[in-house]
Each structure stands twice: as structure tokens, then as C-alpha cells.
């Protein structure tokens, strides 16, 4: 059975920095996408940023140039490097695998993280 631990979360001041990472556990392979996901109440889960087995990397506008995703396939992990995090960055966030050989979609648990002073 495939799990996904995410950690890192947590509360950090306007303009602090977090990093949080995604572990899979189990048989796993063939990960074509790793991404990070985010939701708040009453509120739709977005792409925050997401990365493919090339390294070919995808952000949302609102975390460009701050947020930075970056993975290594051996270990079957996901990283997402915080900086200069807002107010409107608070929220769970979930990280996601994409299993191509079968077809799997993966997700964490959600980690919190709250961004205020």
C-alpha cells in the first residue's frame, strides 16, 4: 500500500520560510509528476507548483518567484521551499504523485501551514 507523509508545516511570521517535504512509502514507481496542492475553507484545491520526471518545473502565478519545487526519484521524495510567505499562503497543503505504470494518483494527508504575526 502506497502513503504519502508530508511534514513541515506549521506557523512562520509575514516574510519567514518553510520547507516542506513528501515522502512515499510502498511500491511506487513510474512517478511521472510530483505536485503540491493547496486548500482553504470553502475553497477549491489549487496547483501550487508541480515537477516532472525531467525536472520540468510549473508554479502558479501567486507563488512565483518565491516557492521553488524540487524532487528526487530514488528516494521517492518532494520538497517545496517556502520564502517570503503572505498572509493569503496559509492553508493545508497536499502534496501529489502520479503513478503512470498503472495509472495512480497518490495524495498526503495535508500538512498545515499558517502564515501570520
Known amino acids: 500500500q502506497v502513503q504519502l507523509v508530508e511534514s513541515g508545516g506549521g506557523l512562520v511570521q509575514p516574510g519567514g520560510s518553510l520547507r516542506l517535504s513528501c515522502a512515499a512509502s510502498?511500491?511506487?514507481?513510474?512517478?511521472?509528476?510530483m505536485g503540491w496542492y493547496r486548500q482553504t475553507p470553502g475553497k477549491q484545491r489549487e496547483l501550487v507548483a508541480g515537477?516532472?520526471?525531467?525536472?520540468?518545473?510549473n508554479y502558479a502565478e501567486s507563488v512565483k518567484g518565491r516557492f521553488t519545487i524540487s524532487r528526487e526519484n530514488a528516494k521517492k521524495m518532494v520538497w517545496l521551499q517556502m520564502n517570503s510567505l503572505r498572509p493569503e499562503d496559509t492553508a493545508v497543503y497536499y502534496c501529489?504523485?502520479?503513478?503512470?505504470?498503472?495509472?495512480?494518483?497518490?495524495w498526503g494527508q495535508g500538512t498545515q501551514v499558517t502564515v501570520s504575526s
Open positions: 510502498g511500491s511506487i514507481s513510474s512517478i511521472a509528476f
Open positions: 501529489q504523485f502520479t503513478q503512470t505504470i498503472p495509472l495512480r494518483i497518490y
Open positions: 515537477i516532472i520526471s525531467s525536472g520540468t518545473t
